[in-house]
């Protein structure tokens, strides 16, 4: 948590003069939205003037947060997207740990900014804005705006539309309440926010039960032929550009697939290959078991990173040589 000291000047920073503007990564996912309309609410109550800005647009499965239609998308409104960042005396980071990670177009329009950047984030290596709460044993960015809420000793302000934002946020970055950092801690937040209005059953059925017969369609592709390798311990799924467009691809139906691999008796790891749409090379994510560290995994070989159990990266070869490649180097870990 921010210090003392640093909570008071954050609360400084806090006036309705300010105009607040909070960020998330490229490609938004659960916990990026979750978290973003959280904080924006939170904010909003206090009668301030803040709003979200996300780089690039986000699932329809997440759509129905409160306000989720509300934010903008600096892909489809660059100009009232720089003049936000632009303009902005307070900018909260979340959910990411570095400019780049929001892309060629917001990444250097964060660089730039003249606001006071704040940073929550449970990412590994956190840049350095002015002010960091960076914490990498917290399962989700959503849980860390709670506690800065608690923190601000404002817990009794929250309300139903904060509570499902936060509690989408959780339950999407903790695979349904199942991945290592899930703590006792967490479970008691998810406790308050069923008492502030978050419904588990229409929060979970809202973004979950949401498949398309073309994303159905598209998971049973990649599992017929999941490869397994390292003697049964790890799992590659891949899909190539065609597909997608063939099964009628759309943002987010591939969310999750990568956990079928970890799925299977013995596996420690698993690595979803997949042909960006629109660009030459290939979006991996990884995810792993207990000490397999594929952050840093990704580091090394794929210009990425993220957690030690669930990491992204990038190669810029054809799918199949990327997977040859991908091989070899696995053979190399000692796991
Ligand atoms: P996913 O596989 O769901 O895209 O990403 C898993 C985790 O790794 C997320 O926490 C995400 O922020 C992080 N991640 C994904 N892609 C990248 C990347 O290219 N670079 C870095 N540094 N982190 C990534
Ligand atoms: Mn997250």
Redesign the pocket.
């Known amino acids: 948590m921010f210090t003392a000291s640093e909570l008071l000047d954050i609360n400084q920073l806090l006036i309705p003069e300010n105009k607040i503007v909070i960020i998330t990564?490229y490609?938004p996912?659960g916990d990026a939205i979750g978290s973003s309309l959280g904080l924006k609410h939170y904010l909003n109550i206090k009668g301030l003037n803040a709003e979200v800005v996300v780089p690039n647009d986000f699932p329809k499965f997440l759509k129905w947060m409160p306000e989720a239609k509300k934010i903008t998308i600096a892909d489809y409104k660059r100009k009232k997207a720089w003049e936000m960042i632009d303009q902005a005396d307070v900018i909260f980071i979340l959910?990411?740990?570095?400019a780049h990670?929001c892309g060629n177009l917001v990444g250097p329009w964060i660089e730039k900014a003249k606001g006071i950047k704040i940073l929550i984030d449970h990412?590994q290596q956190p840049e350095d804005f002015d002010f960091v709460y960076s914490d990498t044993s917290v399962p989700a960015t959503s849980q860390m705006v709670y506690h800065f809420i608690e923190a601000m000793e404002e817990e009794n302000i929250v309300n139903q539309d904060i509570a499902e934002c936060l509690y989408c946020g959780i339950m999407t970055d903790t695979g349904g309440f199942r991945f290592r950092s899930t703590s006792a801690t967490t479970h008691r937040i998810i406790a308050n926010l069923i008492e502030k209005g978050a419904d588990p059953a229409i929060i979970t059925s809202n973004t979950w039960d949401t498949n398309t017969v073309s994303r159905l369609h598209l998971l049973s592709l990649i599992l017929s032929r999941i490869e397994i390798v390292k003697d049964g311990k790890v799992a590659i799924l891949y899909l190539k550009r065609d597909e997608l467009k063939e099964f009628g691809f759309d943002k987010g139906d591939t969310e999750g697939f990568?956990n079928y691999g970890l799925s299977i008796l013995g596996t420690r790891m698993s690595a979803f290959f997949m042909e960006d749409l629109y660009e030459d090379f290939i979006?991996i994510?990884?995810?792993s078991k207990d000490d397999v560290d594929v952050n840093q995994f990704?580091?090394k070989h794929f210009?990425?990173?993220?957690?030690i159990n669930?990491?992204?990266?990038?190669y810029y070869k054809d799918i199949y040589e990327t997977i040859e490649d991908f091989k070899e180097k696995i053979e190399e870990e000692d796991f």
């Open positions: 990564h490609n996912d959910d990411f740990n570095a990670r990412h990568v979006k994510s990884f995810r990704s580091r210009q990425g990173g993220g957690h669930a990491a992204g990266g990038k």
